[in-house]
């Protein structure tokens, strides 16, 4: 199992939406994915428990910090949801180092059940932010083309916290950042002049989706992406032509997320194997 947390400081950035979507399409790619929402918002969980298309835990996610958790339901999709219960864990420092620790436990025991654990943060940068990321093999950081946010770049990275480099030189070596992925897109000026300093000051840290000059992974602002996630719908299945075309746009910068965490796709002859039995 590869984990992938979606992580930015910064909030509002489409972390939430870019979670839930990539979720539904690893599914849909016949992928096992268990969710993991660290945000007490819930605005990850909340659409993917709608959408009945996921398994519940039958727990929520501070437990798999404050507790030994090794086993889920068997299920090729499975969510845990998020609790108000992790506004908590950021007050108990001496509990710190043991909740990185189940928690990374946690996803030890899960390797062979799932193909992929997708964890949305929250965006203040708290011991939440700092246990998925001291387990997590992939980090994907959403970003808004305004300058708040490019100027955010920065800390994304050095931050003394949760900085990338910082997590990478002292937690977990094997991070690895897939990179920045501008959302909420438009097709201003104003957007296209920030995206190309982003592309001058930023570009290996940028997702290549083709050999175009500017062909980098990203996600254009399409009102049926908030009202899938508003409603928990599946974008890709909502009727309306709006949607089916925001989920073509936005198919080929899914698609090379989901290679890169998962692979090339390929069809599991057993999905959802008893994860009672082998825990
Ligand atoms: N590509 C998009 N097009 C249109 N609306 C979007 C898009 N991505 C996200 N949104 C909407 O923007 C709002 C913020 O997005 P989201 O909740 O994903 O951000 P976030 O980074 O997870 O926020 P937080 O930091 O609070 O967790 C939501 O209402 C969401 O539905
Ligand atoms: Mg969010």
């Known amino acids: 199992m590869k984990t992938l947390v979606l992580a930015n400081q910064k909030g509002g950035v489409g972390k939430s939406a870019v979670a839930t979507l990539l979720a539904h399409h690893l599914v849909q790619h016949g992928r096992r994915v268990l969710a993991v929402d660290l945000d007490h918002q819930g605005n990850f ?3 993917i428990q709608r959408s009945n298309r996921a398994t519940a835990a039958g727990l929520t996610s501070d437990r798999l910090l404050t507790e030994a958790v090794s086993v889920m339901p068997s299920a090729a999709f499975v969510l845990v949801p998020s609790d108000r219960g992790l506004l908590m864990l950021e007050r108990q420092p001496t509990m710190h180092t043991p909740f990185a620790r189940n928690l990374r436990s946690f ?8 193909d992929v654990c997708v964890i949305d943060t929250n965006p203040n940068p708290d011991i939440r932010v700092i246990a998925a990321l ?6 994907l950081s959403p970003i808004q083309l305004n300058q708040e946010a ?9 931050h ?8 990478k030189a002292v937690l977990n070596p094997k991070l690895q950042l897939i990179g920045l992925l501008p959302t909420m897109v438009e097709p201003t000026p104003f957007q296209k002049a920030n995206f190309l300093q982003i592309v001058q000051r930023y570009h290996p840290l940028l997702i290549r989706i083709g050999d175009g000059p500017g062909d980098f992974a990203s996600m254009p602002r399409r009102s049926a992406i908030a009202e899938a996630q508003a409603h928990g719908q599946v974008l890709w299945e909502m009727k309306k032509t709006a949607a089916r075309e925001a989920a073509k746009e936005i198919e080929p910068t899914l698609r090379e997320l989901a290679r890169i965490v998962a ?6 002859a057993q999905p959802g194997v008893s994860h009672e039995s082998a825990a």
């Open 150 to 158: 490019m100027e955010g770049v920065h800390g994304l990275l050095n």
């Open 160 to 167: 003394d916290r949760v900085g990338v480099r910082k997590i």
């Open 263 to 268: 692979g090339q796709p390929q069809v599991h």
């Open 45 to 47: 969980g909340s659409p």
């Open 134 to 139: 001291a387990s997590a093999d992939f980090v």
């Open 107 to 114: 996803l030890a025991a899960m390797d062979a059940h799932f």
